[in-house]
């Protein structure tokens, strides 16, 4: 199962760094990142495997995080994007 | 691989335009909860509904985290009380005695589902029905009686009575006492503006399938136990217009098909987590557009969005059939089954943007009238002056149970006599079921008709064998 993360707020050092470690920490897999800079807002795409993973943890530990940095961090089954946007 | 752009579509719809799975309905069947004595009954329907909805909160709110998709509601919908409950009057005699004894027995069952919708933490539980359309038994009729005490003493409780069907016609007898049923309970409600009326629909053509509120029930064609899922997202829809302002029908039309088409899809995906994760099969989705009293969630911005400068205007009947048929096409490719009641709900107290043009007279009670002949389900969560006779009340239920009966659709009337408020003032309910100005109603009389009693015979056209 894979998983999404998204990540937008205030630009500012060590975002990347930061959320990467925590999901080294966690044995989380990252398979692809997007970054970019919107209208000065840092904006991030993750998608992670999610494979025997405690899903409701990691994202609360995402959440955790993102509040400790001062961005909004949100992790998502990838189900809801493909089930909206494929046929 | 799924696109940044897809992503950021779904999460702004739920960030920015209100996208939600509105309810998360069980049906759980309480006919094999019959038998002849009271306590024993209560008791089992307490045990089968704290069991079979023990985990469906806390899934709800799991599946919620697990997409980032809100689930605004979760709910409870049982059999019908009079269909399940009818075992407990067999010792009762069909005169005014045993009719009162039989109405104390339900209004007892009635604070027994409030105590079991509140064990499970869903906030509201439907089923306190009675199915009327062609006649009514004696627990039908015990259980109408009971209706104004039962809403009136619980909090959680929900009632509807079907009083016509296209096949059967309508049951007048029951129009007639469901104007004074609506009466009663609004006046033992008067001091919070008669909400227990907001929890109260008349019916023609009720679903068995219906998962929202306040006229869900567990159909006695369903099995024991089902999960229906209402969608919703109005702020979608309109979000979506706005990229097409000024456009032809035909923009119009596919823009909300492709809106109503993603918003079901999101439906269905929880609809079958739910079931796999409850164990409880899978019934339906409602492809219903629900508006809450908050900004961005509303039909009436919908409605200004294509071109009206407010609901009620010239058109709006036009403009609400577009928008029901397109949500209806979108949706059917997206789920595996449909049903409920599968419209644009138009309740005025829940929508900023009807409360508004109602208080403006741009929206009147005749409009709303004719709005309900092309879109589900009917006058909804409509506030009218407390002196409303109890004869005027059954003629706009007739009214609209007609248009339900001639047209083979179903239609509702929720409507709330508000003691002591008159037009130009407004009823407070709170929450999701919002504000209502209180709306002129004809002051002309239908007492003649209505007190004729007997059933109207169902149109030519329901012959179709």
């Known amino acids: 199962m894979k998983g999404i993360i998204t990540v937008l707020g205030a630009d500012q050092v060590g975002i990347i760094a930061k959320v990467c470690a925590f999901l080294a920490g966690r044995g989380v897999n990252i398979l692809d990142i997007s970054q970019t800079i919107v209208r000065g807002y840092f904006s991030m795409l993750m998608i992670v495997d999610m494979s025997g993973q405690a899903f409701e943890d990691i994202a609360e530990g995402l959440d955790g995080l993102g509040r400790a940095i001062g961005v909004l961090i949100k992790l998502q089954h990838e189900d809801i994007f493909t089930t909206m946007h494929r046929i | ?465």
Do not use: W
Request: proline fraction near 4%; aromatic fraction near 4%.
């Open chain 2, 1 to 465: 691989m799924i696109s940044r752009l897809e992503i950021q579509e779904t999460n702004q719809m739920i960030e920015e335009s209100n996208l939600d799975v509105r309810t998360i309905t069980m049906g759980v069947s309480l006919l094999d909860c019959a038998g002849p004595d009271a306590g024993e009954f209560n008791r089992k329907i307490y045990d089968k509904i704290t069991r079979t909805a023990e985990h469906l909160v806390k899934t709800g709110d799991d599946i919620s985290r697990q997409y980032g998709l809100p689930i605004v509601n979760k709910r409870v919908a049982v059999t019908p009380v009079a269909l399940a409950a009818a075992g407990l009057l067999s010792g009762l005699s069909d005169t005014e005695d045993g009719l009162s004894r039989a109405s104390e027995m339900y209004a007892e069952i009635a604070r027994t589902l409030d105590r079991a919708a509140s064990a499970v933490g869903v906030n509201f539980i439907g089923g306190y029905s009675a199915l009327v359309q062609k006649g009514s038994t004696f627990s039908d009729r015990a259980l109408i009686r009971s209706i104004p005490r039962a809403l009136a003493g619980t909090e959680r409780v929900c009632s509807c009575v079907n009083a016509g069907s296209t096949r059967s016609g309508l049951n007048m007898n029951a129009v007639r006492r469901m104007g004074r049923v609506i009466l009663e309970m609004a006046e033992l409600t008067k001091d919070r503006d008669a909400l227990a009326c907001a929890k109260f629909v008349v019916f023609c053509n009720a679903v068995e399938d219906n998962p929202f509120m306040a006229g869900a029930f567990h159909g006695a064609g369903e099995r024991d136990a089902v999960i229906n899922v209402g969608v919703s997202g109005p702020g979608v829809v309109k979000r979506a217009l706005e990229q097409v302002r000024g456009a032809d029908f035909e923009t119009l039309c596919e823009t909300i098909k492709k809106t109503a088409f993603k918003i079901t899809r999101a439906g269905q995906l929880v609809a079958q987590e739910a079931s796999k994760r409850l164990r409880v099969p899978f019934g339906i989705i409602d492809l219903s557009l629900a508006p809450t009293p908050a900004v961005g969630d509303s039909i009436a911005e919908i409605l200004r969005e294509m071109g009206l400068e407010q609901p009620g205007a010239p058109g709006t009947t036009a403009a609400v059939a577009i928008l029901n048929d397109n949500v209806k096409k979108g949706g059917v490719m997206a789920s595996s089954y449909v049903g409920g009641l599968s419209g644009a709900f138009i309740p005025v107290s829940e929508d900023h943007g009807m409360i508004e043009a109602a208080r403006l007279g741009a929206l009147t009670l005749e409009k709303l009238e004719a709005m309900t002949c092309v879109c589900s389900v009917g006058l909804d969560m409509v506030a009218v002056p407390g002196d409303t006779s109890a004869e005027t009340l059954s003629g706009i239920i007739a009214d609209e149970m007609a248009i339900g009966m001639i047209n083979n659709k179903t239609t509702a009337v929720r409507i709330i006599p508000v003691p002591g408020k008159t037009v130009g003032d407004t009823a407070e309910f709170g929450g999701l079921l919002g504000r209502a100005p209180v709306m002129p109603v004809n002051s002309f009389g239908c007492g003649g008709f209505i007190s004729r009693g007997g059933r109207i015979p169902p149109p030519i056209h329901s012959f179709r064998n």
